[in-house]
């Protein structure tokens, strides 16, 4: 890495509250040429089944990433030193027009990958993830997921409609860009109906189901462990839904379901990750009118970074 | 009308905050069948351009209609006396798909003019008017519009899209259901882009406009006297984009713009309406995440009450 | 007055946030006892129809009244400087039990007319204008109101009782406690049953009633004058439901009414009855849980200031 | 059960966030007849001494219910496909009058009984729950209560008044509706007065209580270990004042008291209830506008339809 | 100006949400050169007695900004489209240290005009308009001010210390910056101590004081004259607290004064300024934390927005 | 103790909403004379780094304290039994200026420490709690320090500063008021710069932290044990920053670090410390206006009622 690294705004004498906003006080860059990491937004929602909003999530991390300072204390993870990182901005959406909207996503995001950066994004609705994959992984070099829900996301359809937030790993396993074998969901819980569909069909493709049940019996540890053996060795996505979280630490998203992971929980499991090949990541469905006090943007951009240290020193270790 | 009147809920000793909500605390029938006015929700958001949350109107609208009486203290008007109305419910709506949901609305919409009952919605975001127009207005005897809005709405299309929530009056005078000689925008303000070809279409198109300069210059007095010349003698509809009012007294909005008429100009010029020959109406835009507190609902239930009274006071004289 | 002034605090050098929070800065003292106008909190709800929670309305109008520094700019008058006014903090209630919380709010207020003082009370619903009222009023020399409402509060019963808010005028009218004929309403407005025996008893007794239309017709100052002429020249009580304001101005109340007197309206009035003589008032329906951010407290111990200028000059002159 | 099961809301193509709000999403109906379960409101809080607005509880509740979507994915539990369930509304209360109130909602809950459906019920305050008890328990034939509190609510009386939400657990042992050998106590916990009453008449009567302390040793699923055996064999109601839930979970209501159990924990002790007799239940003490987000809401509606499991599958269970 | 505008964000088809945010959507650059106005930030609130929380005002109204489209509907005004404006961030700030902030945002200041560009402020609290001032003005040449207010704020010092929210202009005047026969506040209201030094020296230094009566007295065109009238044909400088605005439109601020101007009042003022010699402004006092819905920031931004026009206008007139 | 206990407010029938609001439903006093314990509030932000508003943390603590009955249930500690405990309001501060505010704060608890009280107080910014350390704490006889915290606030100074909040530690050990090696942190947690000085400087004095991941595998009862040891038999004194807590349970502060401690850990932590000789301690960073719900106030109301009845047994071991 021949170039300087882009300290994190704040790593001088600066109020924390000054200008710009940026996804985890990263420095400002209109394009990914010359980063490792590109971090961004994905200001989409239409794919929302009951409350929307999180087309603002983007904006609300940024204002929330006040008080992230650059440097893990848990893990000593130091990504800023290490990489060369930036918030190159929102990709561009057209809210009419889901269609659209994936193409235009999926296009921001290859040049993201054609750049030779790996891709941190905040969504949004989950069905950003999609995007996400479709432009920087290769059908013939699959990732697997570490995937924080509430719900599975694997339908075929809502209403009739294929492209929506409950269904994106579904088109991500159809299109050959997720191996459903390395695939884990964290956190699944809540009320279903009477047969369901999107389970049935996750469960058919070998995807590995850990509900809350699951992760209360075995603690984040084990859960870490655990998600360590589904994902294996090869390049690993780590997507999280806020809903996988309790809706006592992200009461700002569409449709919480009690009983779920606490930050604390995430924070471990996380960490627990490290060591894996994780090559991108999202952090989706932070609605800011369902939350206007930005505790769950807070949350979630605390989230955003510990997948940040994780991509950090993957990317270093790949470098050696 | 030999049949009973529907007395609104409350009307006897019931503490108003009894289930169930329903607009205007109307009561609730499961069909427009024997009604003279059917109050209904049209849950729709997804043409939203700017800050979304709409699909929950409805909803709020019903809870803050807590304080309605059933008789306008300041005409004396008596809806539920004299006509048989009740809240029918919500069209229903599949919210990743315009067309999809602007068809079965417009269906829910002819249902109730096939069962000779005039229609009162709530939104959802504008675009909703353009359904309840398809499906209870027959182009053969368009419409006059008295339409408060601070914008126009009458884009051909926006990012492409030609169904949103500003282009609505552009589909329904090119499909002959509004006649824009008969058209009177009120409340028109705010910013524009360089050049603003939704504008400069409604010029050509012969509507009229008050802007708000016009709008405190005239008075709301004078306002009334304008618009009741612009619709004159023929079938008129009322639509009621919140963004119109003050944002003071309107904060709950997608897209508010300062310097409005506030609720007492809105009920000075719509009990100024009171004689035209109004069969319908709607008010739309309450977007309940960005006001939890539901003052923007109430005020907007006021108004649609102050609509409701010139709809039974003009059912009434036609039937006389 | 031979008894030094008490100071209102932040007359020296404290910061306007520094404890004790007390009704309009004044300072605190356990009883009526040498005092010339009192200031205390009636914090009961038990009598509120529709929304509840204006039991907290005196603590939150001792936390907003933070900017209150004792003179009037826009009248001179400086009460604290010519009276002896403290915050006697509130009367006794029992949340369960309106007949015991009306007597022990009564003889409270007893307490403070037999040591000489005047009332000027903090809600609280607007039934606690009948204990001030009962405590402090010889039926043989009836009081004249100036009352602002959207509401009469006239009724004889509601659900078969006969204390809540909604009747407090038509016991104290019944005890002679108020002389009708020299009782004026402002700001009435809303919707209505279809019969309204309260309105008619009012107009029965003699009451005058400037309503909403009729008040924005007058005007402000023209209203006052009218109010003038209606109270004339004997003892006047002003008793302020904050819905008599517009819900712009006070939307933490339980029975909102879009299209009243805004903030300006409200200043002008009260300030247009200066030489009256005013023996007591009460600012009533604050409701903290519908306005957690105190915007509406605010409004409302501004409003009580410019009433504790109207006795401060009143008892001043009637000293002289 | 020969009649056909009432789907909920939503098991068809319908967006969520469509009218009608129902508790659980039941279908409305406007009896109890042909109901093996009656969900309904009891918008009642008279009987609150601290922060009120719990009249509120049962619209929120119904608002917040979006998400539930009739099967319990943890449990398999189906209520709505083995059972026939509606929303029958709320029952009748007058907000001045505490014994009138208890009377009418007694009255409407002896409907529920008659009609041979068992009662889950939205409050209001704790005090719901004693005219619960009085409309459909006999005393022949007492229940046992599993009863999660923060509070034990078996005071006398408060300020010498016997009906108010600290006293309803104390007039059904007194009435022999429940029996105190079979009633457990969950969550108590707080500050206590220097004597208190209550507690020691709760233990004289010999129920059980699991205060914060020993739940937190016992963990969630011993808890429930012990609460069955302290339930036994006979019929069970399960009162939940959602104070008993920490506040994290449940900011939204009048008295709360840190530390106590969170919602994982509230699901795995209710879970852990399965194949009791339980026949009937309530949640209680959602204040809205101390939570205007809903979250509070949302948190005691799925707890409400755990409870709803419970009995759904105990009714299956005695039929067989 | 030979150089190509600089378009505002969204001129094309952009989402209105989609990053960055930047003050009136301007585009973001880093420093002045090349601009004909510059936006920026002074997140500074160090100087506040009352309510803080200022310093976080420059990032809301960058997000509030979302609905602003570059073009003044009212007055044809289309700043971008003549001008070079661009948001170069926030002047950096020491949140400890007055004098030594005062400096830094002075020097920030003083750049943007060693580049010939004008400055447009957002605030913080209103002592940031001395270190504009200080940076950009001459002493040679004092500029006459518009000030809008409810506060004159031309204290001597308060605590003991001269650098606060309260002390602006008595700083600027005895700096010899601005010309106190050119100076014109409006808006003034509310209440004062016994003896009031403020006032007093404002008057001695001949400052024209448009108070509220006078302002309502007046209205708003003639309130504009006045203003024209005062401060001539010199330079000029509009500082715009937003208490001078009714807490209304303006909740989110620390010291709100009840009784103010409109917006409507406001955008009328403004717009009848044009033709001043406007070579600056700021509007300040947004204290975000006290109205997370925005509303204050959205009213600011727009009355930012008029000010922008102002200023547009006359550069392209001088440069004539 | 020969003089009366002062009961707190409340343990007569008073509805618990009734004036005054005191920290802790204890009496008003006017100054320490005559106390074992003060509780008094420091209403000083101005050494805040990133969001403020802790000015005003006092006053919602009073407020929030409704449901505070005087006795801890868990402990049986009944402080107000045992000792003379009074709010005593608020020390002095000047908020533009810190070297005099610290003075003034530290002259004021002299004041209590001379009257032979403890103190226990209400922040404000964690700077607060060096005036309390250098005005009751002798050099000679330094306090060990149980110290909840997300962050060390062990700084030399930031932006140059020597007096904010994230210094107070470094100077009370520099000053001789603190026993370093009987200090003891828990909680520490978030992320860092990418040097911290200011956990290097903590370690060479040898204070013992304990941060959130130690904190999770002890548990709180052995972190309580752990506490002991580290500060041993001499005084003790309890310092709890709340964003030491989770910001589940204090989302309403400044500077929140996702993944901390529970209410339910602080409570056995807290209660594990019984038997220490603690003589002091303080709750501070609530911000209200980051929380107007007031549930971050309640919580740590709480926890300030914990350490009140620490200090209270320890008061009354002390003196047999």
Not at 41 to 46: E, F, I, Q
Not at 188 to 203: F, M, P
Not at 208 to 232: C, H, S
Request: proline share 8%; aromatic share 6%.
């Amino acid at each position: 890495m021949p170039q300087e690294p882009l300290k994190p705004i704040g790593s001088e004498a600066i109020a924390p509250f000054t200008y710009p906003d940026t996804l985890l006080r990263a420095q400002r860059r209109d394009g990914p040429e010359g980063l490792d990491i590109a971090l961004f937004g994905m200001p989409y929602d239409g794919g929302t089944i009951a409350r929307d909003g999180a087309r603002h999530g983007p904006g609300q991390m940024r204002q929330m990433s006040i008080n992230i300072r650059g440097c893990n204390m848990a893990t000593g993870a130091a990504p800023f030193a290490d990489c060369r990182i930036a918030d190159i901005g929102d990709a561009p959406v057209n809210s009419f027009d889901h269609e659209q909207s994936v193409d235009t996503m999926t296009a921001f995001c290859k040049e993201i990958a054609d750049a030779g950066a790996w891709p941190l994004a905040a969504g949004g609705d989950h069905l950003i993830t999609l995007p996400v994959l479709r432009g920087t992984v290769d059908s013939s070099d699959p990732v697997g997921l570490v995937h924080f829900d509430a719900h599975p996301d694997t339908h075929d359809a809502i209403f009739g409609t294929k492209l929506n937030h409950a269904t994106p790993f579904r088109r991500a396993i159809e299109e050959g860009l997720v191996d459903p074998k390395r695939h884990v969901m964290i956190g699944l819980r809540g009320t279903t109906r009477e047969t369901d569909a999107a389970l049935d069909w996750a469960h058919e493709q070998g995807i590995t189901m850990i509900d809350a049940d699951m992760f209360f019996d075995l603690g984040a540890k084990a859960t870490a462990e655990k998600a360590r053996e589904v994902v294996g060795g090869g390049p690993v996505y780590v997507t999280l839904d806020i809903d996988g979280v309790d809706p006592a630490d992200m009461p700002g998203t569409g449709s919480p379901e009690p009983g779920g992971m606490r930050m604390r929980d995430m924070q471990v499991i996380l960490r627990g990750l490290r060591g894996l090949d994780i090559v991108g990541g999202d952090v989706n469905e932070v609605s800011p009118p369902l939350d206007p006090t930005g505790y769950t943007a807070l949350n979630a951009a605390h989230l955003m970074f510990e997948i940040l240290c994780l991509m950090g020193e993957n990317r270093v270790a790949r470098e050696l």
